[in-house]
């Protein structure tokens, strides 16, 4: 059988339908669901432990974790081609890199800053 420019094969019908939208079952997305619930709860229960310079860590760890979710299954990263998936990781790292370089930075001015003093302003 030989093909045209014209003809199409019931196969790359079925791919072009498909590749539009992913039906994602529902236990997969109440699963989701509940977890970034139990880690909006862990977020407020950390918030209770004095962890003292790490909490700013844990609380971009557990953002991190809460948006590559929403990425990976609401925005159907996972079922996306792998180029996206690795634009998506090589973000996540080079904001970790300047968020890093930004707080290995405020060690310099720490002592000049004044916290919690009033502004003379009513």
């Given at each position: 059988?030989?093909?045209?420019?014209?003809?199409?094969?019931?196969?790359a019908?079925?791919?072009a339908?498909?590749?539009?939208?992913?039906?994602?079952?529902?236990?997969?997305?109440?699963?989701?669901?509940?977890?970034?619930?139990?880690?909006?709860?862990?977020?407020?229960?950390?918030?209770?432990?004095?962890?003292?310079?790490?909490?700013?860590?844990?609380?971009?760890?557990?953002?991190?974790?809460?948006?590559?979710?929403?990425?990976?299954?609401?925005?159907?990263?996972?079922?996306?081609?792998?180029?996206?998936?690795?634009?998506?990781?090589?973000?996540?790292?080079?904001?970790?890199l300047?968020?890093?370089?930004t707080?290995?930075?405020?060690?310099q001015?720490?002592?000049?800053?004044?916290?919690?003093q009033?502004?003379g302003?009513?």
């Amino acid at each position: 059988m030989t093909t045209t420019p014209h003809s199409h094969s019931p196969a790359a019908d079925d791919r072009a339908a498909h590749s539009l939208a992913h039906v994602m079952p529902v236990p997969v997305l109440i699963g989701v669901f509940l977890a970034l619930v139990l880690l909006t709860v862990v977020t407020v229960v950390a918030t209770f432990f004095p962890t003292g310079s790490f909490e700013i860590w844990i609380s971009l760890g557990i953002a991190t974790v809460k948006a590559s979710l929403v990425a990976v299954y609401f925005m159907h990263l996972r079922y996306d081609t792998p180029l996206n998936a690795l634009i998506f990781v090589f973000g996540l790292i080079f904001v970790a890199l300047f968020l890093g370089l930004t707080m290995m930075d405020t060690h310099q001015y720490q002592p000049d800053l004044m916290i919690n003093q009033p502004n003379g302003v009513d």
